[in-house]
């Protein structure tokens, strides 16, 4: 089974801040990852799909790189309602989700 | 707009089955897509349980697998879950989501639309 794993676990940072997060597959996945932000008692949001395409209607300053084992999600400038935990999944085999990696205010 | 909504008990007790269903709006699930269900234990991450194609074709996590049943009903447009012999362990929010394929036919898919999720508690 295809691992995943993010870093780091948690990162602490002020708004405008440009914010990167880092997800690891244990073996290949092409491009078949996608990026999740969830805030508190809400549902997961579709963020990045196919590792670097926008889904609709997510702002800009959202991106994503990567291919292959390692991917990167960048936020350019952080704003007030970024902060929250993002997921990535790949979708290779069967669906999995990287542990999260929580923003919070500093 | 596509929407999910899940329902079913919120209690359920060790050794029994629970039982969840989506209902959704705004799509067809015959018309295509998978539909899948992801839990998520009181602050823990995301877990897939498993989906259904819109053909009717199951996918189970295999850690899962002995225990889940997922089925459709096109005729009300809703997809159910069910999982047997439920523990503590099995106390998580479940939500319901659309597998969007990455291309037609594909096996690999992202979740673009997600129920708001139920709290199901495993006590006695």
């Known amino acids: 089974d295809i691992q995943m794993t993010q870093s780091p676990s948690s990162v602490s940072a002020s708004v405008g801040d440009r914010v990167t997060i880092t997800c690891r597959a244990s073996q290949g996945i092409s491009s078949w990852l996608a990026w999740y932000q969830q805030k508190p008692g809400k549902a997961p949001k579709l963020l990045i799909y196919a590792a670097s395409s926008l889904q609709s209607g997510v702002p800009s300053r959202f991106s994503g790189s990567g291919s292959g084992t390692d991917f990167t999600l960048t936020i350019s400038s952080l704003q007030p309602e970024d902060f929250a935990t993002y997921y990535c999944q790949q979708a290779n085999s069967f669906p999995v989700f990287g542990p999260g990696t929580k923003v919070d205010i500093k | 707009q596509v929407q999910l909504q899940e329902s079913g008990p919120g209690l359920v007790k060790p050794s029994e089955t629970l039982s969840l269903t989506c209902a959704v709006s705004?799509?067809?699930?015959?018309?295509?897509?998978?539909w899948g269900w992801i839990r998520q234990p009181p602050g823990k991450g995301l877990e897939w349980i498993g989906s259904i194609y819109h053909s009717g074709s199951t996918y189970y996590n295999p850690s899962l697998k002995s225990r889940v049943t997922i089925s459709v009903d096109t005729s009300k447009n809703q997809f159910s879950l069910k999982l047997s012999s439920v523990t503590a362990a099995d106390t998580a929010v479940y939500y319901c989501a659309r597998g969007a394929p990455y291309y037609y036919g594909s096996g690999n898919y992202y979740f673009d639309y997600w129920g708001q999720g139920t709290l199901v508690t495993v006590s006695s």
């Open positions: 705004g799509y067809s699930i015959s018309s295509g897509y998978y």
